[in-house]
Structures are given as C-alpha cells and as structure tokens.
C-alpha cells in the first residue's frame, strides 16, 4: 500500500505542476503574443498531448507488466516520467527559441503522460492483488489517494513560491523550481519500489501458464465488453477533476482577475475533500460494490454539473471554493473504487494492460480535451455550456457501469 501510495503521489506530483503551470506561467512563456485566451488556449492544447500518450504508455508498460512482472515496470514508469519532468525546467522560452520552445515542450510532455500511462495500472495491482478477503476497495483506494497528495504537494509549492518571490522572480525561474525537485521525489518513489516482490497473484497466473505473447490483443478480442465498459466508466473521475483544476485555475486568473495566490488557496482548499471522497468511497466499495459506489457518484456529478454556471459566475471566491470542494468529493466516488473496479474486469494474465488502456483512454475522453474545450466554450460567454457538457461526461459514465454488473461483482 505504501509503495503504491508514494508512486502514484510522485507521477501526479509531475503530473500537476505541469497542469499548474499550463494554467498560469506557460501561456506568455511558450506561445507567441496573441490575446490571453489564445494564449491560454494554446498551453491547454500542449496539456492535451500527455493523454493521448497515456494509451501508448499503458500499452507498452503493460504488455511488460503482464509478461515480466509488476515491479520492474513500475520502476521503469517512474523513471520515464521523473526524467520527462526534470527536463521541462531547462526549457528556452519563445522568446529564446522560437517554435522549437512549444516542440520540446510538447515532447517532454509526452514523456510525462507515456510514464504516467504505466504507472496507474501496476500500482493498482500493486495494491488489489496483496489485499486480503474483503479489503480490496479499500486497498484499491491508496493509489487513487496519490492523485490529492501530489495535487496538494505541486499546488502547495507553486503557492509557497508565489508568496515568497516576485512576480518577476517567479516568471524568470521560480516556476522552474517544482520541476528540478521532481528528482528529490523520484528518488523516493524508487527507493520503495526497488524493495517490492511479485504479487501472488502474478505469481500465480504465471504458475498457471505461460503468459500471453501479445497482452494487449487477449484484452481486445477476449474482453471486448469489459474493455469499452471500463473506459467510458472512467471518463467521468477525469472530467471533474481537470474542470475543477486545470481550467478552473486558467478561468480564476485569466477571467474573473483573482491573484494566482489566492487561487491556489481556493484549490488546495477543496482537495482536501477528494482525498475524502476517496476514503469514505473506499471503505463504502467494501461494503457493497465498487460499481454501485461509482453508479452513485456518476448520478450525483451528473447533477453537480448544473452548477459550475451560478458558482463560477458568482464572482465570489467563498462560492467557488464550496463548488469546487463538492465537486472534487463527487469525484472521490467515481474515481476512489477505480483502482478495485478496473483491475476486477480482467484477470490477473492480462490484468496490467487491461486496466491500464481502460484508464488512460478513459483520460483521453474525460480529461485530455476538456481545460481546451471548456476554455472554448466559456469564451462564448456562457458558463451554461460548460456545465451541460461536464454533467453529459457523468451521463456516460453512469450508462457504461450498468452492462459491467456481473463480471465486476462476482
């Protein structure tokens, strides 16, 4: 649990300084001058890049995962993104560079999201295959609790270097400070993983019989039901997180002029209750099911996207901060049983790949476009659209889940 937990705090501490920073310093940084919202815009496409990465990364890391093992692959994941991150802080600005600038950005960003595709999947077998009888919703939570602590670990230190340097300060280097301390961090992660062993229930599978030549291809053609139900499941944890993170951070300082400061305070605010979604979603897959927690959390998204329009319109930074903390709960309880659901759907030979190209395309639907599509939409002037379009991601979660009843709860 704990070496599951620590990976998964690294990769989305990477993860979310990243997303920070395409929110608040990339826009001027990277792109040409042009109006902020093109700026912005253009920083969120790069953002964009990772998901699409995640897929080619869960296929591949998979595909080791299910045919050498879990600990080695985790190793490697963690190494792919540390490395694509640290990079990012020695980037040349436009600028300096011109177009090679976004380029090697857009590269390393896809180093990160090819990482993070690997390292979902085998931390959440990490977990649910060493749980005993009756604990794996439970177990299955601490992965999913790494996503608030490297949120809060990444806000926290952009926030601490806004109070402590100036404006200018941080334009010119603060901002590359989270990415050079990726190294301190990976360091961490390693040293916990480097003292793993097998899962018995890859131990298993292998005495059982040889593993697949092709993962991936089992997965598809064997598990066609469980491979689409999955994805569209996850889509709805991703469209509520990056709503109430990446684009609400770009449209608090870009549009309603609140200071990067006072907003990062509002965020780190409200993750304190996804991490609580996350426990009482946990503890609740136990006692029921994971799908009927995650059917649930769905239903109740699908109603909280009516809100995002009269809480992010209000202009009060009180009611943001109570929209943005009910939404991260509810997304506590479509995204805390994931790490048991997704895992259950397949079994233990091609369990790494099929959990993992379910999640990361899940991404892709749910969270890979949204900061850009919701950028565009409230350009238009309505915050109404954006809504709608974050409550239809909840609807398709809820429809997806219902098919998966038999084969996830039995």
Not at 34 to 60: D, E, K, N
Not at 89 to 102: D, K, V
Not at 197 to 213: D, G, I, Q, R, Y
Not at 346 to 366: D, E, K, M
Request: proline fraction near 6%; charged fraction near 10%; glycine fraction near 12%.
């Amino acid at each position: 649990m704990t070496a599951s937990l620590v990976g998964t705090a690294v990769e989305f501490y990477d993860f979310y300084i990243y997303a920070t920073a395409a929110s608040l310093v990339f826009p001027s940084m990277f792109f040409p001058k042009a109006s902020a919202s093109a700026q912005l815009m253009s920083s969120y496409a790069t953002f964009a890049v990772a998901f699409f990465a995640r897929p080619l990364g869960a296929a591949f890391f998979g595909h080791f995962g299910d045919r050498i093992g879990r600990k080695s692959t985790l190793v490697a994941s963690l190494l792919t993104m540390g490395a694509s991150t640290v990079l990012i802080a020695f980037l040349p600005g436009y600028a300096t560079a011109g177009w090679i600038a976004p380029f090697l950005l857009c590269l390393l960003r896809f180093g990160q999201g090819f990482g993070l595709g690997g390292e979902w999947g085998g931390a959440a077998l990490l977990a649910v295959e060493n749980a005993p009888p009756g604990w794996r919703g439970r177990y299955g939570m601490f992965p999913q609790l790494g996503a608030p602590v490297g949120f809060i670990a990444a806000n926290g230190l952009f926030l601490l270097l806004g109070l402590l340097l100036t404006p200018e300060q941080f334009k010119d280097w603060g901002w590359r400070l989270p990415f050079l301390s990726s190294v301190i961090l990976v360091g961490v992660g390693l040293w916990v993983r480097l003292k793993l062993t097998e899962t018995p229930a890859f131990k298993a599978a292998l005495a059982e019989a040889p593993p697949p030549a092709v993962p991936l291809g089992e997965v598809l053609t064997r598990y066609p039901l469980q491979t689409i139900g999955g994805t569209f499941a996850a889509v709805a944890c991703f469209s509520f997180f990056y709503l109430a993170t990446a684009w609400a951070m770009g449209y608090g300082v870009s549009n309603l002029h609140y200071s990067r400061e006072a907003f990062l305070g509002v965020e780190l605010g409200s993750i304190i209750f996804l991490a609580l979604g996350i426990l009482l979603a946990g503890w609740w897959s136990d006692k029921s099911s994971p799908r009927r927690v995650l059917m649930t959390g769905a239903f109740l998204a699908m109603l909280a996207g009516f809100l995002v329009a009269p809480a992010m319109g209000s202009g009060s930074l009180l009611a943001i901060w109570a929209f943005l903390s009910l939404a991260l709960f509810l997304m506590g309880f479509v995204y805390g049983p994931l790490g048991a659901f997704l895992p259950s759907l397949f079994p233990a030979r091609v369990r790494y790949s099929g959990a993992s190209i379910t999640f990361n395309i899940g991404g892709i639907l749910g969270g890979g476009l949204l900061p850009l599509i919701a950028a565009a939409l409230a350009a238009r002037g309505s915050l109404w659209p954006v809504g709608l379009y974050l409550s239809a991601t909840a609807l398709v979660s809820l429809i997806a889940l219902y098919p998966l009843k038999a084969r996830a709860e039995h």
